[in-house]
């Protein structure tokens, strides 16, 4: 089992079939993921992302505006952030040494 703190949310991945990724608010909302929910929804958040990358940056390129590009290198970096955490929640957690 692995737990990861941000903010006001605790993400624990039990990696069981109905439960795959549980998130817990410090406000008392837990709603639990079951991973084939767990994978489109992440799976449809890079791709609406990485369009969004795509059309600022070509904005930028066609038109030379810095707010195109800094638009775009933020949602780059949401991208990035985005699919380490996927990744992270995907992968098996460590046997304690």
């Known amino acids: 089992m692995k737990r990861f703190r941000f903010l006001w ?22 709603t639990a993921y079951s991973l084939g929910r767990w994978v489109l929804t992440n799976l449809c958040g890079i791709i609406v992302l990485t369009a969004l990358v795509l059309v600022f940056f070509n ?24 699919i380490a955490f996927f990744i992270w929640s995907m992968t098996p957690a460590r046997k304690p040494s």
């Not at 066609?62 to 949401?78: D, K, Q, R, S, Y």
């Open 59 to 82: 904005l930028w390129r066609e038109t030379g505006h810095p707010f195109a590009v800094a638009l775009g290198a933020m949602f780059a970096i949401a991208l990035a952030i985005g």
């Open 9 to 30: 949310w605790t993400y624990t991945v039990p990696g069981t079939d109905f439960t795959y990724v549980e998130v817990e608010s410090r406000f008392g909302l837990t």
